[in-house]
Nanobody, 121 residues
């Protein structure tokens, strides 16, 4: 009923920038919090940044000042701008969205398939 499709990512040198985006489609009435997570090999998935429908943002300490999360409430898109990338930012980045489906109460969390971000030193 709801699909999240990520795009962007890729290979970049340390100090460089990269953008990733995530589009939600389906029987969507409203999207609440959007978030980006990442998972490095052998590591647990961790929250990178999140943004509420009212545009309140929260960032993991390690990315504060370097990453910027934003959203489009009409098109149901989440963006993550990543600046001053470091090798330790290398991971698969996943978007998640809290989605209320048309004709249903409440919401559930949906996930994208992930996009690889690799930062070379």
């Amino acid at each position: 009923q709801v699909q999240l499709v990520e795009s962007g990512g890729g290979l970049v040198q340390a100090g460089g920038s990269l953008d990733v985006s995530c589009v939600a489609s389906g029987s969507i009435l409203r999207v609440y919090t959007m978030a980006w997570y990442r998972q490095a090999p052998g590591q647990q998935r961790e929250l990178v940044a999140q943004i509420t429908r009212d545009l309140v943002t929260n960032y993991q300490d390690s990315v504060k000042g370097r990453f910027t999360i934003s959203r489009d409430n009409v098109l149901n898109i989440a963006y993550l701008r990543m600046n001053s990338l470091k090798p330790e930012d290398t991971a698969v980045y996943y978007c998640s969205m809290e989605v209320q489906i048309i004709d249903r109460e409440g919401y559930r969390t949906y996930w994208g398939q992930g996009t690889q971000v690799t930062v070379s030193s």
